[in-house]
């Protein structure tokens, strides 16, 4: 049977969805297309059942789009027209695993797809097309009438054996090089959603694709990791494996050697661990690297709350890194969250003598309100309360050019998910404790 995949290829989720369009366009008989408009959305389902076709829409969700009022609404009129039409409505992302009940009951999918889903979409289509049930596929939540039927999680996927996007439609995004994270931090659905694991691309494959990249005309390259120092480890470990980050490095290095690039590691859009920071590997990053910023993973400037969220480092290692960063010719921006849940006024004024002493150190600051994450393990608690004299000062740091970010918005956002919770649009109860367990 012939299959029409037609994704909602909103921007915010195009580094989620690019890598299963790259699946999806691999597979004989499946045509996707991308639709960026309800106009186009519509305009697919009805050529798809014009030509017989079976139709499979598929959204990656973020909770954060679920705030959006007028996208809600949109999105449950949406589902109920494809219900009657016979499509099949997928979700994937992370508001999808962490919230399956919500996405199938609240927002009306039919299937969920739980973390990473190259393989189990792969399957689900090729069910399809061969005629055979998806429904049997690993790494799905569906619903059957009022029953919810989980399948199991599916496979960690081996990154060598996918492609991160489809270069050949020329759609491209910062290269994956990592995926999964033994820390489990209590906040962050990152290993939740892609396990506990570190999973590396090899460096061959780093550099086919950087020369796939270079084809289409890119200049600037980036890379997405949980941390850039992690390249290579296969567990926690302080120490990280320099030598073989040197060989990545170099690597790409010389392949756009002839044809010119920046490269951008340890910074946007992704980050590194401050205890992996030491003079050996600073020094190799200076060697190879164009981006004049490395931005740390801090979070709090209290050693209690980072014991209490699991983070896996202390304060000490931030000011260490932020130092070595710093000494060595580099600005460190540093990520700091507040309004942890447990946070108290004593954690918080901690967080702020650690602010000064960054900006001291000629660093920056990178700003978060906490926001409770379906799917992390404290995605159920509402934040901690930040007196007014502190929202004053992070007020000031931001008028100031010493802190940036998106405090404010992140502030309502974070009362929005809260309300998401008690309007029954989030549904706890799969994830309360431990999502994994359920499983
Ligand atoms: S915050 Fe960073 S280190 Fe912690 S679990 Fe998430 S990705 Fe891993």
Not at 89 to 113: E, Y
Not at 164 to 170: A, G, H, L, S
Not at 394 to 416: D, P, T
Request: some cysteine; charged content about 25%.
């Amino acid at each position: 049977m012939s299959v029409r995949l037609i994704l909602w290829y909103d921007k915010t989720v195009r580094y989620s969805l690019n890598p299963l369009i790259a699946v999806a366009d691999k597979i004989p008989s499946v045509r996707v297309v991308l639709a960026e408009d309800t106009g186009e959305l519509y305009a697919a389902v009805n050529e798809a059942l014009m030509n017989n076709e079976k139709c499979v829409v598929g959204y990656s969700i973020l909770t954060t789009m679920l705030v959006n009022d007028a996208f809600l609404s949109e999105l449950k009129s949406i589902l109920k027209y494809l219900e009657e039409k016979n499509c099949i409505t997928i979700a994937g992302g992370p508001h999808a695993t962490g919230d399956p009940l919500g996405t199938l009951f609240s927002l009306g999918f039919k299937v969920a797809f739980i973390g990473e889903a190259e393989e189990s979409l792969d399957e689900f289509l090729r069910h399809l097309v061969n005629g055979t049930d998806p429904f049997t596929t690993k790494g799905i939540v569906f619903r059957e009438e009022d029953k919810v039927i989980a399948t199991g999680r599916a496979r960690p996927v081996d990154l060598d054996k996918h492609d991160p996007f489809p270069y050949w439609r020329r759609i491209i995004n910062p290269l994956e090089i990592t995926r999964g994270c033994p820390y489990g931090c209590l906040y962050c659905q990152v290993s939740y959603i892609h396990g506990m694991s570190y999973r590396h691309r090899s460096i061959e494959k780093i550099v086919f694709y950087v020369k796939e990249m270079a084809r289409i005309g890119v200049r600037d390259y980036r890379f997405i990791t949980p941390d850039s120092l992690s390249y290579g480890l296969t567990k926690i470990s302080r120490e990280p494996d320099t030598g073989l980050i040197e060989e990545l490095l170099s690597s790409i290095h010389s392949a756009l050697k002839s044809i010119g690039g920046r490269i951008f590691y340890g910074s946007f859009p992704s980050e590194v661990r401050p205890e992996h920071v030491n003079k050996d590997v600073v020094r190799v990053l200076r060697k190879y690297v164009n981006n004049r910023e490395i931005i740390i993973g801090a979070q709090s400037g209290s050693n209690r709350v980072l014991r209490l969220i699991r983070r896996g480092h202390s304060v000490e290692d931030v000011l260490n890194a932020v130092k070595e960063i710093s000494e060595n010719g580099f600005t460190p921006s540093v990520d700091i969250i507040l309004g942890i849940p447990g946070e108290t006024r004593e954690d918080q004024e901690l967080t702020l003598e650690l602010i000064d002493e960054v900006i001291r150190n000629n660093g920056r600051i990178h700003i978060h309100y906490y926001l409770p994450l379906p799917g992390s393990p404290l995605g159920l608690h509402p934040p901690a309360r930040i007196p007014n004299d502190i929202e004053v000062k992070i007020s000031r740091l931001i008028g100031s050019g010493k802190a940036y970010g998106s405090w404010f918005s992140q502030k309502e956002l974070s009362e929005k998910i809260i309300k998401l919770h008690e309007r029954g649009v989030i549904v706890p109860s799969l994830y309360k404790g431990s999502f994994m367990k359920t499983f």
